[in-house]
């Protein structure tokens, strides 16, 4: 599987690794007037990273910051090996803080919801936090990032609590991170081979599906031009306008599943971690569906994911 970099836009460059994106964005600007890491891949992508930004920035280069989207594995994942080659600031909104500082796992992921392989296997991701608070840095919700003064500072809660989203005005480009996706990320068919198809965000692990409507709502209505996610390929122009519009409309009935452990209740969540859990909707169809695709993947993923 090929891991060359591609442009998304003036300034921003994305890898695909296995099957999440990282965002590199040239800065003309600001503190260092350098470059920002966008996410960091699933464990082990530190090598590919590394070799990515050489090439575009020149031998030894090290980014200003490092922004997550969110804390997810496959976000946060290189993360820490990253971060012992390149000692930088790594951004998080306050309401992402708790899941890498070592505080709060995530809510666990409903295995029940989307259908597809990789939702049957979504019970191997990592919940558990992560922890760099030597390097961790609030986002200031008025000021943003100083590594990043042009771009604009999205909150786009649903996928997570502090999930964040990174608006470029001038040419309206878009990194939207998992706030909504270019791909059925449920499905290894299309998430492994990168078919274009607007989507919500990834079922599975989504816990307040209210407010991650309002997330896609609000990105739609900044009318982006390019928008680059973390699953998916990179959208543009008319296609995109038109997929993105008839998303945040019917946002309900074509993104959020009909049944589901955060469907009727949502996961709540404050500064200090979780704080609430929906009791699981048990399913005893998918617990045995569940059982045989997660062995068979087990051997595959196990090395990724952990
Ligand atoms: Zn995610
Ligand atoms: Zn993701």
Do not use: C
């Not at 048990?282 to 695709?293: E, F, H, I, S, W």
């Amino acid at each position: 599987m090929s891991s060359k970099y591609f442009q998304v836009g003036q300034g921003v460059w994305g890898m695909r690794l296995l099957f999440v994106n990282i965002y590199m964005i040239a800065n003309r600007r600001g503190v260092g007037k350098g470059w920002v890491l966008v996410d960091t891949g699933v464990k082990g992508s530190e090598d590919k990273i590394i070799e990515m930004a050489e090439s575009l920035f020149g031998l030894g280069t090290k980014p200003t910051a490092i922004v997550l989207t969110h804390g997810h594995a496959d976000h946060s994942g290189s993360l820490k090996a990253l971060l012992k080659h390149w000692n930088v600031p790594v951004y998080v909104h306050p309401l992402e803080v708790p899941y890498l500082t070592g505080r709060s796992s995530y809510p666990p992921a409903d295995t029940s919801v989307g259908g597809g392989f990789m939702t049957l296997i979504s019970w191997m991701w990592r919940t558990t936090p992560i922890n760099v608070s030597r390097n961790l840095r609030e986002i200031d919700p008025y000021d943003g990032i100083p590594e990043l003064p042009e771009w604009k500072v999205i909150h786009t809660p649903g996928h997570t609590p502090g999930h964040i989203s990174l608006f470029f005005p001038l040419n309206t480009t878009l990194i939207a991170g998992d706030a909504f996706t270019t791909t059925r990320t449920e499905s290894a068919i299309y998430a492994l081979s990168y078919i274009k198809k607007i989507s919500g965000p990834p079922k599975y692990l989504t816990t307040d599906w209210y407010a991650a409507a309002r997330s896609v709502r609000k990105l739609a209505a900044l009318q982006p031009r390019i928008v680059a996610t973390g699953h998916g390929p990179v959208m543009r122009g008319r296609e995109l306008l038109t997929s993105l519009s008839f998303l945040a409309n019917r946002f309900e009935a074509l993104a959020v599943p009909k049944e589901g452990r955060y469907v009727r209740s949502s996961a709540i969540a404050d500064e200090n971690g979780v704080r609430y859990i929906p009791p699981q909707t048990t399913n005893r169809k998918q617990t045995v569906g569940l059982a045989l695709a997660a062995s068979v993947a087990a051997f595959w993923l196990v090395k990724q994911l952990w």
